[in-house]
Nanobody, 124 residues
């Protein structure tokens, strides 16, 4: 039973930073692609970043240079460091996982097979 649990969301002022974490269980972490996507009220889900098992990463254009995705295979943990936050970054952020073979492009992340319940990020 795949479980993904996010944490680290909160409220910050524009220009601030947050670090999101996602702890995984119930599957072989190293054989999955991982990623983050977000959703705001009235908007479609938006893929933010993806990472595959050898560390290759991709980002949505809207977050390039500001967000960094990383994974710790030993701890089954996925992270998203978010800097220079903007009000447009406000939304519910979800961790997602897809068994290999998989594509880590941000556009694919929202459709991954497994996702957590999300953590809220509010930027004012």
């Amino acid at each position: 039973h795949v479980q993904l649990v996010e944490s680290g969301g909160g409220s910050v002022q524009a220009g601030g930073s947050l670090r999101l974490s996602c702890v995984s269980s119930g599957y072989t972490y190293s054989t999955y692609c991982m990623g983050w996507f977000r959703q705001s009220p009235g908007k479609e889900r938006e893929g933010v970043a993806g990472i595959d098992n050898d560390g290759s990463v991709t980002y949505a254009d809207s977050v390039k240079g500001r967000f960094t995705i990383s994974r710790d295979t030993a701890k089954n943990t996925l992270s998203l460091q978010m800097n220079s936050l903007e009000p447009e970054d406000t939304g519910m952020y979800y961790c997602a996982a897809e068994p290999m073979p998989c594509y880590v492009g941000p556009s694919r992340v929202p459709s991954y097979s497994h996702r957590g319940r999300g953590t809220q990020v509010t930027v004012s």
